[in-house]
């Protein structure tokens, strides 16, 4: 494993679980937020985003956290992830974890935000995770169909249990 992506809904544990990772295995940690995101909220373009990705993913080692799998064709994830771990967490476990996380940073910013950008906790961040994200279940499934047979390995996580038994497995 060298080329490690990791999705799930926001509040999944993915930010976690990507930085307990790359720093057990000694690889660079991109965070999708600092990807999207400039400072104060300003989103980058989709060319620009698309940009970065792809050279990120060009490299010989990445953790990569983050969804965006409408991208990955272009920007390179998609052919170049060696695995991708799916969080896939109940939603409800998901929201209460970002709201603690809100909580806990609403007053100083996240390591894995770009300057400037404060903790939100809001209705659209709310509707996203107990709804959207939920909603597009069949839709991952396809995609991580397809990556299998791009010969890609797909390991999802339910809950806690099952991924701790994942990291301990691979000596993480």
Same mark, same amino acid.
């Given at each position: 494993?060298?080329?490690?992506?990791?999705?799930?809904?926001?509040?999944?544990?993915?930010?976690?679980?990507?930085?307990r990772?790359?720093? #057990?295995?000694?690889?660079?940690?991109?965070?999708?937020?600092?990807?999207?995101?400039?400072?104060? *909220?300003?989103?980058?373009?989709?060319?620009?985003?698309?940009?970065?990705?792809?050279?990120?993913?060009?490299?010989?080692? *990445?953790?990569?956290?983050?969804?965006?799998?409408?991208?990955?064709?272009?920007?390179?994830?998609?052919?170049?992830?060696?695995?991708?771990?799916?969080?896939?967490?109940?939603?409800?476990t998901?929201?209460?974890?970002?709201?603690?996380?809100?909580?806990?940073?609403?007053?100083?910013?996240?390591?894995?935000?770009?300057e400037?950008?404060?903790?939100?906790?809001? *209705?659209?961040?709310?509707?996203?995770?107990?709804?959207?994200?939920?909603?597009?279940?069949?839709?991952?499934?396809?995609?991580?169909?397809?990556l #299998?047979?791009?010969?890609?390995?797909?390991?999802?996580?339910k809950?806690?249990?099952?991924?701790?038994? *994942?990291? #301990?497995?691979?000596?993480?």
């Amino acid at each position: 494993m060298k080329r490690i992506w990791i999705t799930g809904s926001s509040g999944s544990g993915k930010t976690t679980y990507a930085t307990r990772i790359g720093n #057990k295995l000694n690889i660079p940690i991109y965070h999708r937020d600092h990807i999207t995101w400039q400072e104060n *909220w300003k989103e980058r373009s989709d060319t620009d985003q698309i940009e970065i990705v792809r050279e990120i993913s060009q490299m010989d080692r *990445w953790v990569f956290d983050g969804n965006r799998f409408s991208a990955s064709k272009l920007d390179g994830r998609f052919e170049n992830c060696d695995v991708l771990i799916h969080l896939s967490r109940n939603r409800f476990t998901c929201f209460f974890r970002a709201l603690k996380r809100y909580f806990e940073n609403r007053n100083s910013p996240r390591k894995d935000l770009p300057e400037g950008c404060k903790e939100e906790f809001d *209705w659209t961040l709310c509707k996203y995770i107990l709804f959207q994200y939920p909603k597009q279940k069949k839709q991952r499934e396809l995609f991580f169909d397809d990556l #299998k047979m791009a010969r890609n390995e797909v390991t999802v996580l339910k809950r806690r249990r099952e991924i701790n038994k *994942w990291l #301990k497995e691979n000596n993480i």
